[in-house]
């Protein structure tokens, strides 16, 4: 349905963001993930080399490493920062004013990068979750392949910055949500599952978006590029393709709504100012509105 969401299932997300600094690191309490007592208590120095052995995990705090354990890697930087990495192979990162990430799984990265208030939790092989380009941003991840992005995606091509208090949560193997990616986004809301894509406030000033997308072939979008486009809901179901004020410049309010395979509604879609479309397709419709 978008022109990046085959790409991003074959980004090699988890090499790029180990590779790409500029990407952005993100960090999790280690109380968060459950493990604070069990830290505690292991016989292991924080300054003790891996020996590629026993429990893979790393907690960084304030910049300060103060566990680390087989191949897991946390960093963090700014105050009140905390990464937390479980799992072989696993990286969080956190950078900027009291962000959090927790990685936990063979391959998982959780980075937050920038601005403050900025959560990011990865859980599942190879999964991956970035919140951050500006402030109370929430990325969750949870599934094997599953992607999260919030406020913050390496795919984007363009500023990251000012994007406020937006959410994205994939659950599932290979899930995709996207919210606030851009510049000057907030309150946006994307949640995929079960192998859906979902994209919500991406390109400049797209405010108050809501997308969800549930089952394999399931995409949504809403706000989608390109600016001021607000208020749009977008709904996929069982394959169904829903794009809501999307690829246009000031088109606000609008409902698309998608229904199984070969389904597939616009609402809003394709050019400016078009606002309060309703577009419902299911048994393989198609429809358009306007």
Do not use: C
Not at 118 to 124: M, Q, V
Not at 202 to 218: F, I, R
């Amino acid at each position: 349905m978008t022109p990046t969401d085959e790409g991003v299932k074959n980004m090699g997300k988890h090499n790029m963001a180990r590779s790409a600094v500029s990407i952005g690191r993100v960090g999790g309490l280690a109380v968060a993930l459950g493990v604070g007592v069990g830290i505690v208590a292991m016989p292991w120095s924080a300054s003790a080399a891996p020996d590629g052995s026993g429990p893979n995990i790393s907690v960084s705090h304030d910049g300060d490493v103060k566990v680390v354990k087989g191949t897991a890697t946390a960093v963090s930087s700014g105050r009140g920062s905390t990464a937390v990495a479980h799992g072989f192979d696993s990286y969080a990162e956190a950078t900027g004013t009291n962000n959090h990430a927790t990685a936990n799984g063979f391959g998982s990265t959780a980075i937050a990068k920038g601005g403050s208030n900025n959560t990011a939790k990865a859980s599942g092989i190879d999964s991956t979750a970035i919140a951050g380009g500006g402030t109370n941003n929430t990325a969750v991840a949870s599934g094997n392949f599953a992607q999260a992005y919030a406020g913050s995606s390496p795919e984007y091509d363009g500023r990251q910055s000012n994007n406020t208090g937006n959410t994205a949560i994939a659950t599932g193997t290979h899930s995709i949500a996207r919210a606030g990616i851009g510049d000057h986004n907030d309150g946006n809301f994307a949640k995929a599952t079960d192998s859906g894509v979902a994209s919500a406030g991406v390109g400049t000033n797209n405010d108050s978006n809501t997308a969800t997308a549930s089952g394999p072939g399931s995409v949504a979008d809403s706000g989608f590029l390109v600016s001021g486009n607000d208020n749009n809901t977008a709904t996929a179901t069982g394959g169904g393709g829903a794009i809501a004020g999307s690829f246009g410049n000031d088109n606000d309010n609008n409902s698309a709504s998608a229904d199984g395979f070969g389904s597939y509604a616009y609402a809003g879609y394709g050019t400016d100012n078009l606002d309060g479309y309703t577009a419902d397709a299911t048994n393989g419709q198609s429809v358009h509105n306007p």
